[in-house]
Structure formats: C-alpha cells, structure tokens
C-alpha cells in the first residue's frame, strides 16, 4: 500500500454510550399523495393484490425493510383532509378536490383500511391529524373513534363499520409543518402554539397513553426557525412528547462533494433544536425533557421540473418520482449514521416516503415491484442498527467544500447489540476520488470476530436502478480483516460500508 493513502482510525468501546437505539428512527411515511397509495400500496386488479386491493409485491419489499412505525396520511394532505370521508361504506365515501397536490381523492382507502395493511406489513402507525382546517373537534372525534373500545358515538361508529377492536394508535402528530406557506391553514407561531396545546389537552383526556408530536419548522432553512420552535414549544411543552423535524436536501448544482457534507448541516439543524427544546425546559423549570421525532427525511428534487408540468385533479399521478442514484444512497446512509450518533434526542425518523413518492419502493402500474438505490442503506440500518449506538471516536482527515469546512472524509456511527452479541460499524468514505484505510481498534470487543462487510460502491455516482435494471446494490467486500483487536479495512471512495462482528458466525479471522 502506497504511503500516502488517505487513513483514518476509530475506537470502538462498549462504556461510550450514547443511548439505546429507538427502533422508530427506521420508520418511514406514506401520504395520499401522488402513487404512493393509489397505484402504490393500493392496486386492486394488480395480479398481486389481495381482496382488499393491496399489492403483495410492495408488501414484501416494505416487509423486508422492518418498518416499525408508518407516518400517516400526510404529508400537506392532512391539512385539509376530512377522515370520515375515508370511514364506512366504499360506495357512500365522496370524491374530493385534494388541495395540497391538486389531485383528486377517492376515498376507497382510508383510516381502517390502512390500519389492515400496517398490521399486514408489521408496522405501526403514526397519525397525523388536520389542524389546518381543523381542529380540536376533528381530532378528538378521530382519537375516539380509533382509540376508544366502544358505547360512545364515534367508537360504536368503527364498531360498525366492521372493526371491532379499537386500533388503539399511540403516537399522533399535532398537524404538518404549520409553519409553511404552502400549507392548507398555515398558521402564525402563536397560532399554533394554542391550537396545538388545546388539541392535545383533549386527545390526552380520552387516551392518557397516547403520544404526541407537536409541529417544528419545516426544515432549518425556513426564515422563522428556530423563533417557531421557541414560540410554540413555550405551548406545547407540557402536552407534547415530541417536536418534529423535517428536512430534504438536493444536488442541483452537480456539486457532488458539497452534497454528501449536507449532513453537516443536519447535524447543526438536531443541536439547535435540542437547545430550543432545553431552553424552554428550563424556562418552565420543566423535569421533562422534549425529544425529537424527525418524521420526514430524505433526498428529493430530481422530480421537481416534471411535477411543474402534470395537469391538476386526476387521481394517483405521478407526482415526486425521484429516480435515486448512487450518490443519493450514500447521503441517505450518512442521514442515517446522523439519527444514531443522536440516538439520545432522536426518538422517531421517517423516510419520506416509502412507495412512489420520494420513495426507496417504485412500482409499474399492473407490472413489477423494485427497489431504488436509497433502499440498500435503508435495509441495512434497519436490520443491523438495533441496539445501543455507542460513540465512535474518529481521527479523519477532512476537506473543505462550497458551503462546509472542516467534512471529515470519514461518516460513522457504531451500534453495539448485546443480546446477539454483534457489533456494526456503518461507515461513508465521502471522498470521491480515494479508498480511505481505517483501522478501528475494536480490543473492548474480546472474542468478536468478522462476519461480514457489506458495501454499496458504483464507479458512477450517477448511476440509479429500474425496474430491470439493478445497477446499485450491495456486495460483499473482501480484505477487511479483524486481528488482535484491531479491524483493518479499505473503504472504497464514494462507498456505504457495514462491517459486522460479532462472536459467532465467525469467518476471516
Ligand atoms: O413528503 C412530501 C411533502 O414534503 C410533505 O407532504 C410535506 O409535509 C413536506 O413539505
């Protein structure tokens, strides 16, 4: 090896704890928006759908991501949306003019049809109510009516419309993203704030054990962040569990190096509202502390031009259908390192979205089922990042790009899971030229052993998957090592990399 290839180093050891990782930072989000729904989860007369329209393709692709909470049905949707047109019988549920996107919404799935397929595909739901065009009224109706076992007009509602057992949903977003213009029912701080507060008080008097998320910016480019965390947090504080976050990032200026730092930015975007969330809690002398549930995340802005040109009111159009490509999946892997190396405030994260929509999931209308770039890093955290997320103390050397100083080359967070006694390391190697030599001192982990490194590398970082076409997937790294407590690899340039130890399974050591 030439002397001066790029190197870095890691220490790995089981007393830098972070926190548990909360297995909802893997959720992800489906809104009525778009093909996610119709034409996505939902195709009846699909030769894989099942009685009740859904598609068993996209079931088992959303399976074999272990999805464990589902945001739902929006998204801007909700800001305007009225849920009992989505209960009771098919033939009796309106057509509506949907506001947001400028569709037109059926109505043939709605509430109770989409709590069947969550619990087909193992997920729980995460539901958002309107306080855009609605309010206390509607959400308490919408509580008691999922949450409340029966005897009561909205429970015995759902009693007959065939669903006897209450759903009994846990955690609920007080609105989406309140802050913005675009929203159906935008509302000032102060606004919300009560609103929020009010609505909450309500939901917790029917079901004390709900959960609730109270409404942050939009994303930490919106000209009154962090003032709206501020402002509707002195609110909320003492009803909300939660405050969300909400945050896409783009490479439209091709600035490749630049793009894959924009996590530089997410880290910045979680402190500030940690702090926010700190400073308010000392301001009420609060013991509770306020966590973040970052329920929409992802790369989005290949589909914008496209989008401008659909015409309005049709139903399922193709709407943000970002085709990902390879560089894509590495900032979605580093967003996902971010959420572990913040595993003590991060609570819940959502990839926005789940099929069609900004999606790891695409589908062909009454064809097949495939998998975007994004779903690789996706699957892989989900799978392997359970457990507690430890500190990784990294030496890296860094670059400086258009809108970051000081990028480290090297993006890792490490998950240790003491019941299958494994340890992963998840690792980016930005650089786009160079493999990055790591060793990583792993001597806490007596008796670990290799048992496998998995990579995801394409020479062109532009290169995306279709539907026939598979270009970006994972393979099995060779030359990585595990000796004497130290790991020795070669972390290809521009490369996602899980290295997994644990002390079974053993091989290359
Ligand atoms: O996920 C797409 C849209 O992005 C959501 O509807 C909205 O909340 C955000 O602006």
Same mark, same amino acid.
Request: glycine share 8%; proline share 4%; with cysteine.
């Given at each position: 090896?030439?002397?001066?290839?790029?190197?870095?180093?890691?220490?790995?050891?089981?007393? /830098?704890?972070?926190?548990?990782?909360?297995?909802?930072?893997?959720?992800?989000?489906?809104?009525?928006?778009?093909?996610?729904?119709?034409?996505?989860? +939902?195709?009846?007369?699909?030769?894989?759908?099942?009685?009740?329209?859904? #598609?068993?393709?996209?079931?088992?692709?959303?399976?074999?991501?272990?999805?464990?909470?589902?945001?739902?049905?929006?998204?801007?949707?909700?800001?305007?949306?009225? =849920?009992?047109?989505?209960?009771?019988?098919?033939?009796?549920?309106?057509?509506?003019?949907?506001?947001?996107?400028?569709?037109?919404?059926?109505?043939?799935?709605?509430?109770?049809? /989409?709590?069947?397929?969550?619990?087909?595909?193992?997920?729980?739901?995460?539901?958002?109510?309107?306080?855009?065009?609605?309010?206390?009224?509607?959400?308490?109706?919408?509580?008691?009516?999922?949450?409340?076992?029966?005897?009561?007009?909205?429970?015995?509602?759902?009693?007959?419309?065939?669903?006897?057992?209450?759903?009994?949903?846990?955690? =609920?977003?007080?609105?989406?993203?309140?802050?913005?213009?675009?929203?159906?029912?935008?509302? @000032?701080?102060?606004?919300?704030?009560?609103?929020?507060?009010?609505?909450?008080?309500?939901?917790?008097?029917?079901?004390?054990?709900?959960?609730?998320?109270?409404?942050?910016?939009?994303?930490?480019?919106?000209?009154?962040?962090?003032?709206?965390?501020?402002?509707?947090?002195?609110?909320? +504080?003492?009803?909300?569990?939660?405050?969300?976050?909400?945050?896409?990032?783009?490479?439209?200026?091709?600035?490749?190096?630049?793009?894959?730092?924009? @996590?530089?930015?997410?880290?910045?975007?979680?402190?500030?509202?940690?702090?926010?969330?700190? +400073?308010?809690?000392?301001?009420?002398?609060?013991?509770?502390?306020?966590?973040?549930?970052?329920?929409? =995340?992802?790369?989005?802005?290949?589909?914008?031009?496209?989008?401008?040109?659909?015409?309005?009111?049709?139903?399922?159009?193709?709407?943000?259908?970002?085709?990902?490509?390879?560089?894509?999946?590495?900032?979605?892997?580093?967003?996902?390192?971010?959420?572990?190396?913040?595993?003590? #405030?991060?609570?819940?994260?959502?990839?926005?979205?789940?099929?069609?929509?900004?999606?790891?999931?695409?589908?062909?209308?009454?064809?097949?089922?495939?998998?975007?770039?994004?779903?690789?890093?996706?699957?892989?955290?989900?799978?392997?990042?359970?457990?507690?997320?430890?500190?990784?103390?990294?030496?890296?050397?860094?670059?400086?790009?258009?809108? +970051?100083?000081?990028?480290?080359?090297?993006?890792?967070?490490?998950?240790?899971?003491?019941?299958?006694?494994?340890?992963?390391?998840?690792?980016?190697?930005?650089?786009?030229?160079?493999?990055?030599?790591?060793?990583?001192?792993?001597?806490?982990?007596?008796?670990?052993?290799?048992?496998?490194?998995?990579?995801?590398?394409?020479?062109?970082?532009?290169?995306?998957?279709?539907? #026939?076409?598979?270009?970006?997937?994972?393979?099995?790294?060779?030359?990585?090592?595990?000796?004497?407590?130290?790991?020795?690899?070669?972390?290809?340039?521009?490369?996602?990399?899980?290295?997994?130890?644990?002390? @079974?399974?053993?091989?290359?050591?």
């Amino acid at each position: 090896m030439a002397s001066d290839t790029l190197k870095a180093t890691l220490v790995a050891d089981k007393s /830098f704890v972070i926190a548990e990782v909360d297995k909802r930072i893997y959720g992800s989000f489906i809104e009525h928006l778009g093909r996610a729904v119709y034409g996505g989860i +939902y195709e009846p007369g699909h030769p894989e759908a099942n009685a009740a329209g859904f #598609r068993g393709d996209v079931q088992a692709l959303v399976q074999a991501l272990n999805v464990p909470i589902i945001r739902y049905p929006g998204g801007n949707f909700v800001s305007a949306y009225n =849920w009992e047109d989505g209960v009771g019988p098919l033939e009796l549920r309106p057509k509506r003019l949907e506001l947001a996107w400028r569709t037109v919404e059926p109505n043939e799935v709605g509430t109770n049809e /989409f709590m069947d397929w969550a619990k087909e595909v193992g997920s729980e739901v995460m539901m958002a109510v309107n306080l855009g065009t609605r309010g206390v009224d509607a959400a308490r109706n919408l509580l008691e009516y999922c949450n409340h076992p029966g005897v009561t007009y909205w429970s015995d509602l759902r009693r007959k419309h065939g669903v006897e057992q209450p759903h009994r949903i846990k955690t =609920w977003c007080l609105g989406n993203e309140m802050d913005g213009p675009w929203q159906i029912g935008q509302k @000032t701080a102060v606004e919300y704030g009560r609103l929020a507060y009010e609505t909450g008080k309500a939901m917790r008097l029917i079901d004390p054990e709900i959960e609730l998320v109270s409404c942050g910016s939009s994303s930490s480019a919106m000209p009154t962040f962090p003032e709206w965390e501020a402002v509707t947090l002195d609110h909320t +504080y003492d009803v909300a569990d939660y405050v969300s976050l909400h945050q896409y990032y783009g490479n439209r200026d091709n600035d490749s190096a630049n793009f894959l730092a924009r @996590t530089m930015d997410m880290e910045h975007f979680i402190k500030t509202v940690t702090s926010t969330c700190d +400073y308010i809690k000392a301001k009420k002398r609060s013991k509770k502390t306020m966590y973040l549930s970052f329920d929409e =995340w992802n790369v989005w802005y290949h589909s914008n031009d496209a989008d401008s040109r659909l015409e309005p009111w049709s139903v399922g159009p193709p709407q943000l259908e970002d085709h990902y490509n390879f560089e894509d999946a590495l900032l979605v892997g580093s967003m996902l390192i971010t959420f572990l190396r913040h595993a003590d #405030r991060v609570k819940i994260a959502c990839l926005a979205q789940l099929v069609n929509v900004i999606a790891p999931i695409m589908t062909e209308a009454g064809g097949a089922a495939w998998k975007q770039t994004i779903f690789y890093p996706y699957q892989h955290a989900s799978a392997y990042g359970r457990g507690i997320s430890l500190q990784p103390i990294v030496n890296s050397p860094k670059y400086d790009a258009q809108d +970051y100083t000081d990028v480290p080359y090297l993006d890792s967070a490490l998950v240790y899971n003491e019941e299958s006694e494994e340890l992963t390391i998840f690792a980016v190697n930005r650089h786009l030229e160079e493999g990055l030599q790591l060793t990583c001192d792993v001597r806490g982990f007596e008796g670990y052993r290799l048992i496998e490194h998995i990579v995801l590398h394409h020479e062109d970082l532009k290169a995306i998957n279709t539907a #026939r076409d598979e270009q970006v997937k994972p393979r099995q790294a060779s030359g990585t090592v595990c000796k004497d407590g130290f790991v020795e690899t070669l972390l290809s340039k521009a490369s996602w990399n899980v290295i997994r130890l644990g002390r @079974t399974n053993s091989s290359n050591c």
